[in-house]
T-cell receptor
Framework: KQEVTQIPAALSVPEGENLVLNCSFT??????LQWFRQDPGKGLTSLLL?????REQTSGRLNASLDKSSGRSTLYIAASQPGDSATYLC????????????FGTGTLLAVQP | KAGVTQTPRYLIKTRGQQVTLSCSPI?????VSWYQQTPGQGLQFLFE???????NKGNFPGRFSGRQFSNSRSEMNVSTLELGDSALYLC?????????????FGPGTRLTVL
């Protein structure tokens, strides 16, 4: 059974700092991994999607990496801003024939001005 | 292009009642998935519909059901509501649910069961 864990559960950093969020999964047989952010009481916004054959994806100040063999992904946020404050979730899709996502436990990020 | 919309945004029901939630996917998307989010269990997959057929189902009791219409809009129904059904219900749409498909989430419906 696939289990997805995110460490740390919560993180507080000063504005401008670079930071790394971690995502671990127990079954390396994944089709892709997606990072989302969720603002309080809101839906999820997709940030980056990494295919199983890819090693990383970049969008603006965000960079996500994937190491299937070790069951890990990291989300790197450069020059953090208060607007980055949110919960960050990673999710893996194991089966290419369906859209079922297995979500991690989330990291609550607070960027202090 | 309009995003995923969910109605209603908030619902208050009492135990034993039933409820229907609606999700309109992004135009052209044929896959709709539903998730339940609670503080204790996090985000859990309920089911997925593609071209009006349920393609996958999570580990939820039969009180949770859904359907999809020919225009890809989807509804989920929860019968005989329990206190533990209080949650944020999210739907997500994608083109066809294949491996490279990004899922786009709606704002959710907040259900409170009293």
């Amino acid at each position: 059974k696939q289990e997805v864990t995110q460490i740390p559960a919560a993180l507080s950093v000063p504005e401008g700092e670079n930071l790394v969020l971690n995502c671990s999964f127990t079954d390396s047989a994944i089709y892709n991994l997606q990072w989302f952010r969720q603002d309080p009481g809101k839906g999820l916004t997709s940030l980056l999607l990494i295919q199983s054959s890819q090693r990383e994806q970049t969008s603006g100040r965000l960079n996500a990496s994937l190491d299937k063999s070790s069951g890990r992904s990291t989300l790197y946020i450069a020059a953090s801003q208060p607007g980055d404050s949110a919960t960050y979730l990673c999710a893996v899709k194991r089966d290419g024939a369906t859209n079922k996502l297995i979500f991690g436990t989330g990291t609550l990020l607070a960027v202090q001005p | 292009k309009a995003g995923v919309t969910q109605t209603p945004r908030y619902l208050i029901k009492t135990r034993g009642q039933q409820v229907t939630l609606s999700c309109s996917p992004i135009s052209g998307h044929r896959s709709v998935s539903w998730y339940q989010q609670t503080p204790g269990q996090g985000l859990q997959f309920l089911f997925e519909y593609f071209s009006e057929t349920q393609r996958n189902k999570g580990n939820f009791p039969g009180r949770f059901s859904g359907r999809q219409f020919s225009n890809s809009r989807s509804e989920m129904n929860v019968s005989t509501l329990e206190l533990g059904d209080s949650a944020l219900y999210l739907c997500a749409s994608s083109l066809d649910g294949l491996a490279g498909d990004t899922q786009y989430f709606g704002p959710g419906t907040r259900l409170t069961v009293l």
